[in-house]
Nanobody
Framework: QVQLVESGGGSVQVGGSLKLSCVTS????????VGWFRQTPGKERQGIAA???????TYTKSVEGRFIISQDSAKNTVYLEMNSLTPEDTGMYTC?????????????????WGQGTQVTVSS
């Protein structure tokens, strides 16, 4: 059974940085995609970034140049480094995984989900 556990969320001021971690277990396929999603009250869940097993990455335009997704395969961990944070980055950040390495940010393509970690950016 695939499990994902996020950590690293918190409160930060505008312009600050946070690094989220997503520890995966049970993801035994050699072809996979892990993504980060953000949800705020009243809005649809948005795909933020994703990385596959060959380290190819994709980002939503609003975070390009500010966020970096990476992974440490030895630790079964995917990271999301978030820089130059703005209040619009506030939300519940959840990591998710799917079998297959095609780069997508559509949440209905992901089968396995974590519980999320809250990020709050204040001015």
């Amino acid at each position: 059974q695939v499990q994902l556990v996020e950590s690293g969320g918190g409160s930060v001021q505008v312009g600050g940085s946070l690094k989220l971690s997503c520890v995966t277990s049970g993801l035994t396929s050699s072809n996979y995609l892990v993504g980060w999603f953000r949800q705020t009250p009243g809005k649809e869940r948005q795909g933020i970034a994703a990385i596959n097993d060959v380290d190819a990455t994709t980002y939503t335009k609003s975070v390009e140049g500010r966020f970096i997704i990476s992974q440490d395969s030895a630790k079964n961990t995917v990271y999301l480094e978030m820089n130059s944070l703005t209040p619009e980055d506030t939300g519940m950040y959840t990591c998710a995984a799917k079998i297959g390495r095609m780069l997508i940010l559509l949440d209905n393509g992901f089968r396995f989900w974590g519980q999320g970690t809250q990020v709050t950016v204040s001015s």
